[in-house]
């Protein structure tokens, strides 16, 4: 038997972020069903910081946030273009980069393609330039997280998967990868998966619907130097774009389907809309696609993150339903997370920026 003061479900970036933050009160043990950390949700994330994701209170995380993802990002500009019918959608995205004092610039047609070329004017009545958005380094992040963690004490365990979660008067016992595990707190931080990881410990589910996304990469047009061309993004429904490198660009479609949880993969159908959706709004041709995946991004009805402590399950801690949005906010949300599991105050920096537990606090789901 394995014991530890925290036991957390799931090597992702929610996982990763918030069992660092925790190991510096306890021992804790990480417990990653795959072979390495951040194989699903997390190895699969374009990673983009930016103020284009998200409702409010997401926003908000996202600011409380940018600090540290400096340390782990590229400043990279993001491009939201508006066709004619999108105007009303752009101005209150401006808003949203008035509200959060963004380095940001309103911008025409003409702006917009010295920035990104390949636009076709029709499809860009106007934009707006953030000048302060990040790309992101995913693996840095998680593999800064996994070092944190060691620094303190705590250990990674990959390879396991978990088949059996039962509580007793000590707490939590978990049978993962053929070894049992032990801890009075247990942090679900499984993405995709959480409901699953609930069933098992006999916990109220939160409705985790997983959602497909899917992502296409092609080379960009010889000769062209795309490096510096922006993250650029419909507002509203479309495609966003964005470099790779000198060579290749990716793109996506946006999709949102409806998914099982599963180890994801790019369908046809999905390849060819993100394909056609550039083709339409870009002189970009797109001959072949260089390479194509997908990742399950996770959600709840409100599409907020669930954190906090299980009703009627002493020392079951949510950390859960982080949609699109898991790199650019684990740095504040991970803190919020921490804090739950530890019965510690809400983050005085959220409160002051308007946050509260209760928002994000799993009950609210039963409203």
Not at 319 to 337: E, K, V
Request: with cysteine; proline share 5%; charged share 20%.
């Amino acid at each position: 038997m394995h014991r530890a003061d925290m036991l957390v479900i799931g090597g992702g970036i929610a996982g990763l972020s918030v069992a660092a933050r925790l190991a510096r009160h306890g021992r804790v043990m990480v417990l990653e069903g795959e072979g390495a950390p951040g194989y699903h949700a997390s190895g699969r994330s374009v990673a983009f910081a930016h103020y284009g994701l998200g409702n409010e209170p997401v926003r908000t995380l996202t600011a409380l946030s940018m600090g540290e993802l400096a340390e782990h990002g590229t400043m990279h500009p993001a491009l939201h273009i508006a066709s004619t019918a999108d105007i009303a959608a752009l101005d209150a995205l401006e808003d949203v980069h008035r509200q959060f004092r963004c380095d940001y610039t309103r911008i025409t047609t003409a702006g917009a393609l010295a920035l990104m070329p390949a636009i076709r004017p029709e499809a860009c009545a106007a934009a707006l330039v953030d000048h302060g958005s990040l790309k992101l380094d995913t693996n840095a992040m998680l593999q800064a997280h996994a070092a944190s963690l060691r620094a303190h004490g705590g250990k990674l365990v990959t390879g396991a998967r978990v088949h059996a979660i039962a509580r007793d008067s000590d707490g939590w016992r978990v049978e993962a990868g053929g070894e049992s595990y032990a801890a009075p707190i247990l942090v679900n931080a499984a993405g995709a998966w959480a409901d699953d990881v609930a069933h098992m410990a006999g916990v109220t589910p939160i409705g985790i619907e997983p959602r497909r996304r899917t992502v296409i990469s092609f080379a960009a047009p010889e000769g062209e130097n795309v490096g510096a061309w922006p993250f650029t993004k419909t507002v509203g429904e479309g495609f966003y774009l964005l470099p790779e490198g000198r060579g290749q660009l990716l793109a996506s479609s946006m999709d949102q389907t409806p998914s099982a949880p599963c180890d994801a993969a790019a369908e046809e159908l999905d390849i060819a809309i993100a394909a056609d959706r550039v083709e339409q709004a870009t002189t970009l041709p797109i001959r072949r696609i260089s390479h194509s995946w997908a990742g399950l991004r996770s959600f709840v009805p409100d599409e907020l993150p669930v954190i906090g402590h299980a009703a009627g399950a002493q020392g079951f801690v949510w950390c859960a339903g982080q949609g699109g949005a898991g790199f650019q906010t684990a740095p504040a949300l991970s803190r919020i997370a921490a804090a739950a599991a530890l019965g510690l105050p809400f983050p005085e920096d959220c409160t002051a920026a308007g946050l509260s537990a209760r928002q994000f606090a799993p009950e609210r789901l039963d409203a």
